[in-house]
């Protein structure tokens, strides 16, 4: 049990490091000292801040007295998926460790990844208050600059901050725009802390996972019947409630598995991708007529 314990621990770093290496919005999760785990294994609490704005200074009383409020909120995760693989015993130890390890980190990279890009991506895209352009097909560089530039323009007078903007396009899209290859078009990507390709299939404004029951054996997640294809998305990070938890891989020795000499390995993301109320400015995006 001591050995099977240990191959757990060894296995949860490299899973997550798996994970940002891989992962398109990684660079959106929230600082991970600033959230703590909740009562239930499917909760966080979250640091909330509010404060009061300027009012009159008197020469006789001085100061009107404000009040800052630091809240801690919980919040429930809207992420919770999982699957359980089987592998063969084999004699050595360290035999089984590359197995699972080849196995679980191409799992992650092909499939866990790719999902949890697409649920964050619709689940901001469909959020009521955030800043959306008409639905509209960008078919050249022209078009797609000539939104980007209305974007930017409407972020900064809604006063969302220029550091930490991150520009999240397609390949089809950003290759439109650097075939211009003109002052402005430099100019506008220059603008954002980060440009991030995403794959079209990874960026629809809803998406449908599958439950990897019957009928649904694939598992993973499609476009959900009415969704849109989104063009690009900008993000203030700050704006976004999003951390990710890793439940410790459940591992099962053979001697210890009742149906098949086997490891058994169970693997289970849960996370957070919410926003904050007051900061939904933060989030401009534009996607193609459905």
Known sequence: ??????????????????????????????????????????????????????????????YVKGDVTMTNETIKCNYDRGRKFYVDALDEQET?????????????????????????????????????????????????????????TKMDEDE??????????????????????????KKVLEGFEQVIKVPQRRFYTAIKQLSGKTGEEA?????????????FAIVQKDALIQYTKHAAPKIIAPENNPDADAYVFGYRMVGIAKAYKNMLSGMYFSHDKA
Do not use: W
Not at 160 to 185: A, C, W, Y
């Open 219 to 231: 598992g993973g997640y499609t476009k959900a019947a009415g969704a849109a294809n989104i063009n």
């Open 96 to 152: 089984a460790k590359v197995a699972f390890s080849r196995l679980a980190g191409e799992f992650i990279r092909t499939k866990v990844v790719p999902e949890l890009d697409a649920f964050r991506f619709a689940s901001y895209a469909g959020k009521s208050g955030i800043s959306k352009a008409a639905a509209a097909d960008l078919p050249d560089g022209a078009s797609v600059l000539a939104a980007l530039r209305a974007a930017v």
């Open 1 to 62: 049990m001591s050995n099977t314990i240990e191959l757990a621990k060894s296995f949860v770093p490299k899973l997550d490091e798996c994970y940002r290496l891989a992962s398109l919005t990684s660079v959106l999760d929230g600082a991970p000292e600033l959230a703590k785990q909740g009562a239930n294994a499917n909760e966080l609490i979250v640091p909330m801040l509010s404060m009061q704005g300027l009012g009159d200074y008197s020469r006789n009383d001085g």
């Open 160 to 185: 969302v901050p220029t550091e930490n903007r991150h520009l999240f396009i397609t390949p089809t899209l950003l290759q439109g725009i650097n075939d211009m290859d003109t002052t402005k078009s």
